[in-house]
């Protein structure tokens, strides 16, 4: 239990100011003998900055106003010292800096700071790869992708790719290497490579890198067991959804190998044990007849009764040896690709980021937009509103240039937005108490 707070307890008040004198002039000699900057130093002063980049909103929404151009000089002086820390010979406080590093990327607009030092973080990044463990080949490879998301598609980032492309490759067909580090390659590889390169022998290159490990997949269907679930599961999704990516954004001559050569593949990996490696071969299935038709009007898929009985079993599957919350994943994002291979249609989905919205209407969008989510997490919404990159990609024209003015004017006052959740609220309450009663009711008519 804590000690009690007592006033008047313990020595008398000259004593306890003396002996307070005392230990200060110890503890300023411990201080002159100590080292300047210790690795646990640095390894604490690391995670302080990191945590201030988590929630970009905050500090501006409920704190008073502050001089931006300080501000900016601040976060400026913190991020140098990061980039500082990831030359450190501690792996803890490398491992930190790069994820300090990944937040900030993440949550602001950072292109003039990192331009000027781009090949500086690229040698870092690069020698965090090589000779790092696995979580901090993890951070760096994710260091990466918000790199060149940061630069968007110029020659600055075509020279990230080229340098970095040779170790991710390495990593990502070294056995031996983390199961994580070699999916956080996988990728970096992907988004990259996306972003970055102009060279077509190049993006056949990397996708040729990717097909080298999500097809070992294919592999294990011919199995009697069929497909079993193990730690490779994880590696082989991160390589099929990067290889769909950069499938996207192929010749059409391309495109039409591609589809001869794993189309008819693909309906194997439904049968797979984990439900993220179903869900991504239905996803990319749906994206690979999308891309088919669009090419040629008049395509024609043989084994497409089989197929439809597949997607409809699993856009339906009761399993009970599946958990509840995996069925109604995989039964939402099936009935989705059903009626993408059956009628040709796709549910339009909507994304809203401050005053504009974003329509979702294809499959190949839904790919993209799914890929940068999982890289900039709560950060997509800032990027979707100011980053030039995804407003190219998106066709979203150039960024808005609101004022903070106009900004107020159209957010709503927290007492309205209350009021409606709460009148909302109510409503929802209501229906199922109804929807309650009519089980009810059926339960005491059996």
């Not at 640095?42 to 900055?49: D, G, R």
């Not at 905050?58 to 601040?74: F, K, L, M, R």
């Not at 990831?86 to 300090?100: I, M, P, V």
């Not at 106009?406 to 309205?416: D, N, S, V, W």
């Amino acid at each position: 239990m804590p000690k009690s707070k007592r006033r008047g307890g313990g020595t008398s008040r000259g004593t306890s100011g003396i002996t307070q004198s005392l230990k200060q002039t110890e503890s300023g000699a411990q201080n002159r003998n100590m080292q300047p900057f210790s690795d646990e130093d640095a390894s604490i002063e690391t995670m302080s900055h990191c945590s201030g980049f988590s929630d970009p909103t905050s500090s501006a929404e409920d704190g008073p106003e502050v001089d931006e151009e300080a501000a900016q000089e601040d976060l400026e002086y913190k991020l140098k010292g990061l980039i500082d820390l990831t030359l450190d010979k501690s792996a803890k406080t490398r491992q930190s800096a790069l994820e300090g590093l990944k937040n900030a990327l993440t949550s602001k607009i950072l292109y003039d700071f990192i331009l000027e030092r781009r090949m500086t973080l690229t040698d870092s990044i690069e020698r965090c790869i090589k000779k790092g463990k696995s979580d901090e080949q993890r951070a760096a490879a994710g260091l990466a992708s918000l790199l060149c998301v940061q630069l968007g598609s110029g020659i600055e980032s075509e020279e990230i790719f080229k340098t970095l492309a040779p170790v991710l490759k390495k990593i990502l067909g070294d056995g031996a290497a983390s199961v994580q580090a070699r999916q956080a390659c996988a990728t970096c590889l992907g988004v990259c490579c996306f972003i970055a390169t102009e060279d077509i022998t190049e993006l056949y290159s990397t996708m040729e890198c990717l097909e080298s490990i999500f097809t070992k997949s294919y592999q294990k269907e011919r199995n009697l067991n069929g497909i079993s679930s193990t730690q490779n599961t994880v590696l082989h999704i991160s390589a099929l959804s990067a290889w769909t990516l950069l499938l996207t954004i192929c010749p059409m001559n391309e495109v039409k190998k591609k589809i001869e050569m794993h189309l008819h593949k693909f309906p194997i990996l439904l049968s797979c044990d984990d439900v993220n490696m179903r869900i991504a071969a239905g996803e990319t299935l749906a994206l690979l007849f999308e891309l088919a038709r669009g090419s040629d009007a008049d395509f024609f898929y043989e084994d497409m009764e089989p197929l439809t009985q597949k997607l409809r079993a699993l856009a339906t599957d009761g399993n009970k040896h599946r958990a509840k919350v995996d069925k109604r994943k995989q039964r939402s994002v099936f009935r989705d690709v059903l009626r993408a291979v059956e009628e040709h249609d796709f549910s339009t989905e909507t994304v809203k980021f401050g005053p504009e919205r974003m329509y979702i209407d294809c499959w190949v969008k839904k790919q993209t937009y799914d890929t940068f989510k999982e890289i900039l997490g709560s950060g997509m919404q800032h990027h979707l509103q100011s980053n030039e990159l995804l407003r190219n990609v998106f066709e979203l024209g150039p960024p808005l240039m609101l004022d903070e003015a106009a900004l107020k004017t159209m957010k709503i006052p927290r007492f309205e937005r209350h009021l409606y959740n709460s009148a909302a609220f109510k409503a929802r309450t209501k229906a199922r108490s109804k929807y309650r009663d009519k089980r009810a009711d059926v339960g005491e008519v059996f």
